[in-house]
């Protein structure tokens, strides 16, 4: 069977490689003449576990094969990026294109599957009209699904295959077609499903931890004002059994978490009070985490570490980053920063980052913004002989004191609000 594949991001490429390496002859398209080169070597431009040997053997074989053109085949997967625009709609083009590029190889009997994300009726509304204005018969001359993915970046070669995966038909017919396709090689279960289903569950499962996560944010404001212990209240209410607060931070960053509300909201705003009350909250996080530095801070002269910049720990990836946004307002106000993520490159980030040392040196306050292993067990040494005071602000509570002079402050014991 052929199967052709248009966009070769972090879930393109891999479910490429995956149906390439389960026999399927695999054509991939990128407008990205550099990934589609290297691909055709039998490299790849992302980092993921396990894919540069897979994407390899399968380009080797003979079953996998890149280029910038949309080819004919049985079946066809979009997966492109749907960006947000500045006004947090979601940005279609991508996927518009995508389809069009389909429209253009289609043959009667083919299977055609979005796995980008998308703000639910998108199939109904925008993709399924397309086909139809050629000429189609869609759901009977040629099938439409979607097929969302939900996999973790880091896991995705095992939670492609492991994973339950949601199959949304525009039609029984499509659903049943689309089901065959990852009956290839998922062993989770294939949830049969409508398109407009599968399109509101995978924005769900976001949202569900966006507003969790809000909760706990409000939960640390709450206890701010009130004296209270947010992060034991949070351990002792989840020791109820069917409770379960999620954990406070920063901000809510990457590029799921942060945009998918949108897409819901953007369709039904009148009704959508609370995700986007959720999304207000978790955007207002650093703002908050400035005013807790201002009071631990002498003035806005004063120098401030950072520690951790991506959007969560152990990952170098900083898209939508609270982390990101503190640093630039800190920056803007005049704070000297001595920046340090070890999971990060100098290139990716405009101000200059220092090592750990450097970073503490004559610091007034440690600001801790991601949960990287490696900030588990500070030096403690480097702090109290380098910082000008050792106190070391926790978001993320993830950090070990050790030391009695270090002073520790996390979202459970910040100073009460005056
Ligand atoms: N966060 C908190 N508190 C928590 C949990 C997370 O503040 O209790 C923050 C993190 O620090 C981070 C953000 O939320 O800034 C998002 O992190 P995450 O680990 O929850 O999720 P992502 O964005 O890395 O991946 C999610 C996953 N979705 C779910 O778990 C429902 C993943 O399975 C999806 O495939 C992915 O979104 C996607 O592509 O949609």
């Given at each position: ?123 109904n509304?925008?993709v399924a009209p397309?086909f139809e ?5 869609v ?5 439409l ?25 525009i ?248």
């Amino acid at each position: 069977k052929n199967l052709c594949v248009i966009g070769l991001g972090y879930i393109g490429l891999p479910t490429a490689a995956m149906f390439a390496h389960h026999g399927w002859k695999v054509h991939g398209v990128d407008v990205n003449p550099r990934a589609v080169d290297m691909i055709n070597r039998g490299e790849i431009h992302i980092e993921e576990v396990g894919l540069q040997e897979m994407v390899k053997q399968a380009v080797e074989g003979g079953k996998l094969k890149a280029s910038p053109n949309t080819v004919e085949a049985d079946c066809f997967i979009i997966a492109v990026p749907t960006p947000h625009t500045s006004d947090n709609k979601a940005n279609l083009d991508y996927v518009v294109q995508a389809t069009r590029s389909v429209l253009e190889k289609v043959e009667k009997g083919n299977i055609v599957i979005v796995e980008s994300t998308i703000p639910p009726r998108t199939i109904n509304d925008v993709v399924a009209p397309l086909f139809e204005e050629a000429g189609w018969l869609v759901g009977e001359d040629i099938y439409l699904a979607h097929c969302p993915e939900r996999v973790l970046p880091g896991r995705i070669l095992i939670e492609l295959v492991e994973n339950n995966r949601i199959i949304g038909g525009i039609n029984e017919a499509s659903t049943d077609k689309a089901a065959e396709v990852y009956a290839t090689f998922v062993k989770g279960d294939l949830l049969k499903t409508s398109a407009l289903s599968a399109e509101m569950s995978k924005l769900m499962e976001n949202t569900y931890r966006d507003v969790n996560i809000a909760l706990a944010n409000e939960l640390v404001k709450i206890s701010e004002r009130l004296g209270i212990d947010a992060l034991e209240v949070i351990q002792l209410a989840n020791h109820h059994p069917r409770v379960n607060l999620h954990q406070p931070g920063p901000g809510v960053g990457g590029h799921c978490l942060a945009v998918d509300p949108y897409f819901i909201i953007e369709k039904a705003p009148e009704e959508s009070k609370l995700i986007s009350d959720a999304r207000v909250i978790n955007n207002s996080m650093p703002d908050f985490v400035i005013q807790q530095v201002e009071k631990l801070t002498e003035s806005r002269n004063s120098k401030v570490a950072i520690l951790g910049l991506t959007y969560k720990g152990n990952i170098d990836d900083v898209r939508e980053s609270p982390a990101m946004e503190i640093v630039e307002k800190l920056l803007d106000q005049g704070y000297d920063l001595g920046v340090y993520d070890p999971h990060i490159k100098q290139e990716q980030v405009e101000f200059k980052l220092s090592s750990f040392a450097d970073a503490v040196a004559e610091a007034e306050c440690i600001l801790v913004l991601t949960d990287h292993n490696e900030f588990k067990d500070l030096d403690e040494g480097a702090i109290l002989t380098g910082s000008k005071r050792p106190i070391i602000l926790d978001t993320k509570n993830c950090v070990v004191v050790k030391s009695k002079q270090i002073k520790y402050v996390n979202f459970g014991n910040l100073t009460t609000k005056s």
